[in-house]
């Protein structure tokens, strides 16, 4: 059994937006998805972009808008995007409280991505070295 929690998965800091990165090729050997959970802070902004894997997002809390190719829609908790294979896509923090999702996305990004898009040490090794 590979059990992560967010304190020791990689994870990436940018534009108010905490990722982790939870079940993938690199962390626990997953060969066919990757999973990832995000916190997105107000004002925080996932830009538009898009990649070869397809992903779904699932809203935890929170409330925001997403773009999906041409569409853009509010987006509260409880709600699912799927977001298909080199779909332009970004996600935006229009609450004043943290917006936290899930994401899935298959095939996985892989082990040489994972480390270019999570660069950062799990906070569990970080607080090893101080």
């Known amino acids: 059994m590979n059990i992560k929690d967010k304190n020791s998965s990689r994870r990436y800091k940018r534009d108010n937006i905490t990722s982790y990165l939870l079940s993938s090729e690199e962390a626990t050997g997953a060969r066919h998805i990757t999973t990832s959970l995000i916190e997105m802070q107000n004002g925080g902004k996932q830009h538009i972009h898009s990649h070869d894997t397809e992903q779904c997002y699932y809203i935890l809390e929170g409330s925001g808008k997403m773009t999906v190719g041409n569409e853009t829609q509010d987006v509260v908790a409880?709600?699912?995007?799927?977001?298909?294979?080199?779909?332009?896509?970004?996600?935006?923090?229009?609450?004043?409280?943290v917006l936290?999702?899930?994401?899935?996305?298959?095939?996985?990004?892989?082990?040489?991505?994972?480390v270019e898009l999570w660069p950062l040490p799990p906070i569990s090794e970080s607080l090893e070295q101080q």
């Open 100 to 114: 936290r999702y899930l994401s899935a996305g298959s095939p996985p990004f892989g082990k040489k991505d994972e």
């Open 78 to 97: 409880g709600m699912s995007i799927f977001i298909p294979s080199n779909e332009p896509h970004g996600l935006e923090n229009t609450s004043k409280s």
